[in-house]
């Protein structure tokens, strides 16, 4: 399940080096090459993925969890306070390599503002409507 022209099957398969901090038969986690903070890491499953609505449920059960393990290594080895787990899908959404990744992008005391947005103030009508057609897809 790769796909030829998609640059993180190569690197998630080993075709392509990257700074690599953990593999396992199902996954490659890379350090970043642009990253948000020191330490920023990529998970990247093995097999092709688009993204989140593409990814079998096997897979998708195993990210949570090795997400939580590379985050506590992190605390450890770089002293980061927190981490963020960020994970885009579809270019409005900022996705930019359509291979399905989670980004682990830790956080330092003092550090960068990042992952933050201006809360909005919708009325209980407005919240209750959206939740209405979101719940109707749901069912
Ligand atoms: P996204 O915007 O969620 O699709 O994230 C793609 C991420 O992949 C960005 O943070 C890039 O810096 C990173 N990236 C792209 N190419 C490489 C590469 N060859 N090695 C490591 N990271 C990469
Ligand atoms: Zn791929």
Avoid at 4 to 14: M, R, S, W
Avoid at 49 to 72: P, Q
Avoid at 105 to 128: C, D, F, Q, T
């Amino acid at each position: 399940m790769r796909e030829e022209t998609c640059i993180f099957c190569k690197i998630a398969n080993g075709d392509i080096p990257a700074a690599t901090i953990y593999e396992d038969e199902q996954f490659r986690v890379i350090l970043d090459l642009g990253p948000a903070s020191k330490g920023h890491a990529l998970i990247l499953p093995k097999n092709h993925f688009a993204d989140l609505l593409a990814l079998d449920e096997e897979t998708s059960a195993k990210v949570l969890a090795l997400a939580a393990k590379i985050g506590a290594a992190m605390k450890k080895s770089l002293g980061c306070a927190g981490f963020n787990l960020v994970q885009n899908n579809g270019e409005a959404a900022g996705q930019t390599v359509f291979h399905f990744h989670m980004h682990v992008i830790p956080r330092y005391e003092g550090g960068p503002k990042m992952v933050s947005w201006e809360p909005g103030a919708p009325s209980g009508e407005e919240l209750a409507e959206l939740a209405e057609s979101i719940k109707k897809e749901l069912a």
